[in-house]
Antibody
Framework: EVQLVESGGGLVQPGGSLKLSCAASGFTFSGSAMHWVRQASGKGLEWVGR??????????TYAASVTDRFTISRDDSENTAYLQMNSLKTEDTAVYYCTRQGLLVGATGGFGYWGQGTLVAVSS | SYELTQPPSVSVSPGQTARITCSADALSNQYVYWYQQKPGQAPVLVIYKDSERPSGIPERFSGSSSGTTVTLIISGVQTEDEADYYC???????????FGGGTKLTVL
């Protein structure tokens, strides 16, 4: 069974930093592209960014709203993905979801599996 | 930037067919994916590659595509289908992923 478990959320002041973790199991993590998606309360889904596998040089891409502030990384030995968030703004307040790209069978695109999310609140 | 537009809300009665559209502002060579999200839960992929259904998703969920518009079709809607639905795709380069604004499906 595929499982994604996020952790590291919490309350942080504007301008501060926070690092989220996503522990993965039930699939070959090292071969998978991983994404982060966020959702502000009562709002829609927003793609944050992606990190590809070692075979794709761990390439990363980010949404314009977080470029230069957020960094996605991974530790394949620990089956864990990370989201380092710096220079946080009040508008970054949201539930952050870790997702795996594609399904084990069928889709190679899209977000096939999701964690339950972790809440990040940016407030003074 | 690449954008996807959905109607904010759709209402149907149980047993009817619901159609939720997703319009792109430009042609893209990328597929569209659909997600169902119920309150307090993470989204679930219900359609991939415009019209394919993942294992475990009921047959009443289907998708179609025409030009720059894709449509999620739910035939014989059930009360449990009441949820928010999001379309998702990427720009032509495949590096920028986007969601539509979401559609709230109400089953009257």
């Amino acid at each position: 069974e595929v499982q994604l478990v996020e952790s590291g959320g919490g309350l942080v002041q504007p301008g501060g930093s926070l690092k989220l973790s996503c522990a993965a199991s039930g699939f070959t993590f090292s071969g998978s592209a991983m994404h982060w998606v966020r959702q502000a309360s009562g709002k829609g889904l927003e793609w944050v960014g992606r990190i590809r596998s070692k075979a794709n040089n761990y390439a990363t891409t980010y949404a314009a709203s977080v470029t230069d502030r957020f960094t996605i990384s991974r530790d394949d030995s620990e089956n864990t993905a990370y989201l380092q968030m710096n220079s946080l703004k009040t508008e970054d307040t949201a539930v952050y979801y870790c997702t795996r790209q594609g399904l084990l069978v069928g889709a190679t695109g899209g977000f096939g599996y999701w964690g339950q999310g972790t809440l990040v609140a940016v407030s003074s | 930037s690449y954008e996807l537009t959905q109607p904010p809300s759709v209402s149907v009665s149980p047993g009817q067919t619901a159609r939720i559209t997703c319009s792109a502002d430009a042609l893209s060579n990328q597929y569209v994916y659909w997600y169902q999200q119920k309150p307090g839960q993470a989204p679930v992929l219900v359609i991939y590659k415009d019209s394919e259904r993942p294992s475990g998703i009921p047959e009443r969920f289907s998708g179609s595509s025409s030009g720059t518009t894709v449509t999620l079709i739910i035939s014989g809607v059930q009360t449990e289908d009441e949820a928010d639905y999001y379309c998702q795709s990427a720009d032509s380069s495949g590096t920028n992923w986007v969601f539509g604004g979401g559609t709230k499906l109400t089953v009257l």
